[in-house]
């Protein structure tokens, strides 16, 4: 854009969710039948879009609403009218650049009446003309924003930044002044003069009907400046509210000469309120828009209406979409929750990789609290491959704190807990892909001989083989002993494996070590590596307290949070399962952020740490002697393993160890303090 230039805006491009297509269909067939009246409809708009991102419309399933409640911040209400038809021909006859037009002199006549001076969100006006194949699931339509235009184009200057036109003096109290305002309205589009206070320049907000007063003390060629919330994400043009908004301030405070703004798009108001100093997108321009009152004081007419969406190919034409495969429950369901991540893409992480999240197939081995907690946390993310182990049931002190299981899961014995958590979260979502197994897995210092002996190594093969079918695996059990075997059987395959943990107040969540090649150095330790003895019984000879898992409600929500990111942070690192343990962002790592070895965090002074550890040679799980063994042994390894209390602690080494420390101990390490030690040994008894 040249300097002076005619001002340009970046249209409207429509967003129609498929809830909208669902809810018109069922509002067809169900309320409108054949009647063909205009429909009130709201979408909405937000300001902060990434950087490039032409202004969205969005409308959904709540756009039928009278009107459209505003669930977040940063959104911004439009209302519409929707032309629905009863067959294609009606649709391809219907007059739309005159409806089109009709709804631009609505929003010309709410100008000179004043009400959209008082309620900003009246320029806002869209249109949509449909027609709805409720057999195909086929939907014809075309939207229009329409724009009325009055004597000539405003011309602007070259877009700046925010912090290139404003000190940070002013920068601070207009991020003061942000975080007063509630009304998102009042954001929509408001005043800004620069005063001062206290011998600092400071900005002043009001609202666009008190232009008069609020400017009444300034000359004509004083310093005017608007702020609107700006759609656009494109660098050189302001979103398309701001015609509306210019032709509005024109005919009221214009007159019959050229109104002089500044104009500032906000296009990120929450970092403005907390962070007034950062680099910023929103944008700032000088503008000069033309009168609308002629010389002799008449009003001029509407010249030229403006709008009407264009399709993909950049012509005026309606566009088609085809919901076939989309309107059943399950694909709407599945539509609606990849719209959610696709959203945080769009708007926030461009390099969020939403496909590898969906198809990492994760193992959940332990399906109590933190199993459902971390299987919850999985499904938000969008991964569609969740499999359960547990050899439990679910009793009644289960249900408020497991998250996947009800009353009625408790009855008549208890259902097995992998299978109803499994179960509980097809119902949740239909579209995952999951699974229940019980399973009980060995566990060292718990002997097995007999039957039990046999079931032990069908347990562990089962083990294996789910192992073998997954990408990632959480140790979610409520012992030490049981997070071995899986933890050995990831070290063998080098699989991602993550562990969570908790204490009465206390958690641990941390991923394991892996190899780059087949005998060379894990990258990090994993959950045995800190330990100087081989896991054990951990149950044996305990009361009721020290066998149940007693902790602080929020502490498993909080451990399973932290691990669950910790894996999609994980697989976003160009390393991969190799990242090396990182405790800040870096832009050669993990687009997510950090990538820790290790979270270790606690309620009691709710504070939390970022930790590393390298693997231990001796280690009882991930060493490679003991992998070696594992791949080599198979039955004889595992048997020795569980039934042999020194077996690991004597492979490793640790039993050596432990040895050469006891006999540390024997060694008298006193001495006289006498200069001859010789004539003091002969004094002292």
């Known amino acids: 854009?040249?300097?002076?230039?005619?001002?340009?805006?970046?249209?409207?491009?429509?967003s129609a969710d498929a809830s909208f297509w669902h809810e018109l269909s069922q509002r067809k067939l169900n309320e409108y039948g054949l009647n063909d009246e205009p429909i009130s409809i709201s979408g909405f708009f937000n300001e902060g879009v990434r950087p490039g991102i032409s202004p969205r419309l969005c409308i959904g399933g709540e756009s039928f609403n009278n009107s459209q409640e505003v669930s977040s911040t940063q959104k911004y209400v439009a209302t519409g009218k929707l032309y629905n038809t009863n067959t294609i021909e009606a649709f391809r006859t219907l007059d739309i650049p005159t409806l089109a037009k009709e709804a631009a002199l609505q929003i010309w006549q709410d100008i000179k009446s004043g009400e959209a001076l008082k309620n900003p969100s009246l320029l806002n006006?869209?249109?949509?003309?449909?027609?709805?194949?409720?057999?195909?699931?086929?939907?014809?339509?075309?939207f229009g924003f329409p724009a009325a235009r009055v004597g000539g184009d405003p011309v602007a200057s070259l877009p700046q930044s925010i912090t290139d036109i404003f000190s940070k003096e002013e920068l601070d109290s207009f991020s003061e002044n942000l975080q007063a305002v509630s009304s998102e309205d009042y954001l929509a589009?408001?005043?800004?003069?620069?005063?001062?206070?206290?011998?600092?320049?400071?900005?002043?907000?009001?609202?666009?009907?008190?232009?008069?007063?609020?400017?009444?003390?300034?000359?004509?060629?004083?310093?005017?400046?608007?702020?609107?919330?700006?759609?656009s994400g494109l660098k050189d043009y302001p979103g398309w509210p701001l015609r509306n908004l210019l032709l509005m301030l024109a005919y009221h405070f214009g007159d019959k000469h050229p109104l002089k703004l500044k104009i500032i798009g906000l296009r990120n108001i929450s970092q403005l309120k907390s962070n007034p100093g950062a680099s910023n997108?929103?944008?700032?321009?000088?503008?000069?828009?033309?009168?609308?009152?002629d010389a002799?004081?008449?009003?001029?007419?509407?010249?030229?209406?403006?709008?009407?969406?264009?399709?993909?190919?950049?012509?005026?034409?309606?566009?088609?979409?085809?919901?076939?495969a989309n309107l059943d429950p399950k694909k709407l369901a599945e539509s609606a929750v990849g719209l959610n991540l696709s959203l945080m893409r769009w708007r926030l992480m461009p390099d969020i990789d939403l496909k590898k999240i969906a198809e990492t197939r994760c193992l959940l081995v332990g399906s109590g609290t933190l199993g459902c907690n971390v299987a919850r946390l999985l499904l938000g993310w969008g991964v569609k491959n969740i499999t359960f182990i547990d050899s439990g049931r679910v009793s009644y002190s289960n249900p408020v704190r497991q998250t996947l299981f009800t009353f009625e899961d408790c009855l008549d014995g208890g259902k097995n807990?992998?299978?109803?958590?499994?179960?509980?979260?097809?119902?949740?979502?239909?579209?995952?892909?999951?699974?229940?197994?019980?399973?009980?897995?060995?566990?060292?210092?718990?002997?097995?001989?007999?039957?039990?002996?046999?079931?032990?190594?069908?347990?562990?093969?089962?083990?294996?083989?789910?192992?073998?079918?997954?990408?990632?695996?959480?140790?979610?059990?409520?012992s030490r002993e049981s997070r071995w075997l899986p933890t050995l059987c990831c070290a063998a395959k080098n699989k991602i494996c993550l562990t969570a943990a908790v204490g009465f107040d206390s958690f641990v969540a941390m991923r394991h070590g892996v190899q780059q090649s087949e005998q060379g150095p894990r990258n990090i330790g994993c959950y045995f590596c800190n330990d100087v003895v081989a896991p054990v019984n951990s149950q044996k000879d305990r009361s009721l307290d020290q066998q149940c898992t007693v902790s602080r409600p929020g502490i498993s929500m909080t451990v399973s949070s932290v691990v669950v990111e910790m894996l999609v942070a994980l697989i976003h690192h160009p390393k991969g399962a190799l990242a090396p343990h990182t405790s800040e962002p870096s832009n050669d790592g993990s687009p997510l952020g950090a990538v820790p070895h290790q979270v270790r965090g606690s309620f009691s002074n709710f504070g939390q740490m970022m930790l590393s550890g390298q693997a231990f040679e001796k280690c009882t799980a991930c060493s490679q002697k003991v992998v070696d063994e594992f791949k080599k042994g198979g039955d004889e390894f595992l048997l020795a393993s569980l039934n042999q209390p020194t077996y690991l602690e004597d492979m490793?080494?640790?039993?050596?160890?432990?040895?050469?420390?006891?006999?540390?101990?024997?060694?008298?390490?006193?001495?006289?303090?006498s200069e001859n030690s010789d004539e003091g040994a002969d004094d002292a008894t």
């Open 189 to 231: 589009a408001f005043l800004v003069k620069r005063s001062s206070r206290e011998g600092k320049s400071i900005l002043q907000f009001a609202r666009l009907s008190e232009f008069k007063s609020f400017y009444s003390n300034e000359d004509a060629n004083s310093e005017k400046i608007l702020a609107f919330a700006d759609p």
């Open 281 to 293: 997108s929103s944008l700032c321009l000088d503008v000069q828009v033309p009168p609308v009152i």
């Open 296 to 324: 002799e004081g008449k009003e001029m007419q509407v010249n030229d209406i403006k709008g009407l969406e264009k399709d993909s190919a950049q012509k005026l034409r309606p566009r088609l979409i085809d919901l076939s």
């Open 125 to 142: 006006r869209f249109v949509l003309f449909t027609f709805a194949n409720l057999k195909k699931f086929q939907y014809r339509y075309w």
């Open 652 to 673: 490793t080494g640790l039993s050596h160890m432990h040895a050469e420390m006891n006999a540390m101990d024997d060694i008298d390490l006193s001495w006289s303090d």
């Open 417 to 478: 807990k992998a299978e109803a958590a499994a179960d509980r979260l097809r119902h949740i979502y239909p579209c995952v892909n999951t699974k229940g197994y019980q399973l009980s897995v060995p566990m060292p210092g718990h002997a097995v001989s007999g039957v039990a002996q046999e079931e032990a190594l069908k347990n562990a093969k089962k083990l294996e083989t789910l192992i073998d079918e997954h990408d990632a695996v959480f140790c979610l059990t409520d």
């Open 1 to 14: 854009m040249s300097k002076d230039s005619i001002l340009k805006f970046a249209p409207f491009t429509s």
